[in-house]
């Protein structure tokens, strides 16, 4: 099992350019999660989903979308990026909500200049 | 509405010596409680977890309490060494994870 994978590992966007963040899992959790984490920071969720074809908001969702088309990937479309968008990206899973384990990913480093 | 408070932010602790954190929780439906190490620069992982109908657990040289009356649970690291040394983060799960702000720590050698 590969387990939570992310790509790319890092990425330096100019202001006002688009990317796509991947996230695929092998495990088949229904449960998927996009956080970023700010330098010293902790963790804010930004969205999630329970399912394929279900998604719905965390603390931070402006200026991003997802979307879930199967259980395995849950990518992260960053629109017009911006400087406050500079942060750790990462993705988890996990089998259920609540009593279940996370499984993060190795994250992505962007950084919007 | 929900959160986690976590403290400290920052513990330094000689080497051998304990380290305790402490997580308060708001929402008494959190049954939940998993603690997650994130060493510099890599993903956080799972240590341990406990649940709403336990007190205490122990794995090795870390254990968690919790006090669902006083809606808090605290990290307890024994014996503590270099490579104890990261942030530590506590989450609580009502219906979704809450996670603390993270205790930054430093075993000094």
């Known amino acids: 099992n590969a387990g939570v994978t992310q790509t790319p590992k890092f990425r330096i966007l100019k202001i006002g350019q688009s990317m796509t963040l991947q996230c695929a899992q092998d495990m088949n959790h229904n449960y998927m999660y996009w956080y970023r984490q700010d330098p010293g920071m902790g963790l804010k969720l930004i969205y999630y989903s329970v399912g394929a074809g279900i998604t719905d908001k965390g603390e931070v969702p402006n200026g991003y979308n997802v979307s879930r088309s199967t259980t395995e990937d849950f990518p992260l479309r960053l629109e017009l990026a911006a400087p406050s968008q500079t942060s750790v990206y990462f993705c988890?899973?996990?089998?259920?909500?609540?009593?279940?384990?996370?499984?993060f990913g190795p994250g992505t480093r962007l950084t919007v200049t | 509405g929900e959160n986690v408070e976590q403290h400290p932010s920052t513990l330094s602790v000689q080497e051998g010596d304990s380290a305790v954190i402490k997580c308060t929780y708001s929402?008494?439906?959190?049954?939940?409680f998993p603690w997650y190490k994130q060493e510099l620069g890599k993903r956080p992982q799972l240590i341990i977890d406990i649940r709403s109908n336990v007190g205490e657990k122990k794995d090795q040289r870390i254990a968690v309490t919790l006090n669902k009356t006083a809606k808090h649970f605290s990290l307890h690291i024994t014996e503590t060494q270099p490579e104890d040394s990261a942030v530590y983060f506590c989450?609580?799960?009502?219906?979704?994870?809450?996670f603390g702000t993270g205790t930054r720590l430093k075993v000094l050698a």
């Open positions: 929402d008494s439906a959190s049954n939940y």
């Open positions: 989450a609580a799960t009502p219906y979704k994870y809450i």
């Open positions: 988890a899973s996990s089998l259920g909500l609540p009593e279940y384990e996370q499984y």
